[in-house]
């Protein structure tokens, strides 16, 4: 008996359901309506399209800026994991990162530490081909190397990109900048150069 009842509730419930999937003058109307503007919308669902999550390795490469010839410097690769999320403004996006550092003054890669960064990024032009963009950017960051001597750095990034088929961006990177180091006595000019990728966040 129960399973009777059952089956006629999932009847009268199904058939309720079908009544709004109708069309008037060849207008989606109800259910219709909904799942044809959800199938319609640009982008992944939730609002993904406004993220672009990645991974950057660049070489980094600090010198102290003095005028003895026993000047410091500093070299480590610094692999790290970003999170872009686009503004109001589609070619300006806000920027995060966190990873890992290898490096020291002797270029033996025995010190390891923390690297965290923050900042904007802004895609200056685009230039589009048949299955990819070319994309020129400048991205102006705070960041921080936390290892045994924790080290400070405002840097400006310039960016070449290829983005293939709205899907993937391959980027390389050049920046420069003005760093402190907790055990140097004269802040350092910074050099960097690396190579990314990156997911999502198209447009």
């Known amino acids: 008996m ?5 089956l006629f509730l999932f009847l009268i419930s199904f ?19 909904q799942v044809r503007d959800l199938g319609m919308s640009k982008g992944l669902y939730l ?16 010198q ?11 070299l480590a690769y610094a692999p790290h994991l970003t999170v872009e999320k686009c503004t109001n403004m589609p070619w300006i996006r806000w920027k995060g990162a966190l990873g890992y550092s290898r490096g020291d003054a002797t270029g033996a890669f025995s010190q390891t530490g923390a690297y965290l960064a923050g900042g904007v990024r802004l ?20 960041e921080t ?12 990034n ?12 391959f980027e390389f990177v050049f920046g420069v900048g003005l760093a402190t180091v907790s055990e140097w006595e004269e802040p350092a000019v910074q050099i960097r150069f690396g190579v990314g990728v990156g997911f999502g966040g198209v447009r």
């Open 15 to 33: 058939t309720a359901h079908s009544q709004t999937v109708v069309r008037k003058d060849g207008v989606a109307t109800g259910a219709d309506a």
């Open 145 to 156: 190397i936390l290892d045994v001597d924790p080290k400070y750095m405002l840097t400006l």
């Open 47 to 62: 609002g993904l399209e406004d993220w672009r999550i990645g991974v950057q390795v660049p070489i980094v490469v600090l």
């Open 123 to 142: 895609d200056a032009s685009r230039g589009d081909f048949f299955f990819y963009q070319q994309i020129r950017s400048f991205e102006l960051m705070a």
């Open 64 to 74: 102290e800026i003095t005028e003895r010839y026993d000047f410091k410097s500093y």
């Open 2 to 6: 129960n399973y009777k009842v059952f």
């Open 158 to 169: 310039a960016y070449q990109s290829v983005q293939l088929f709205d899907a993937a961006t």
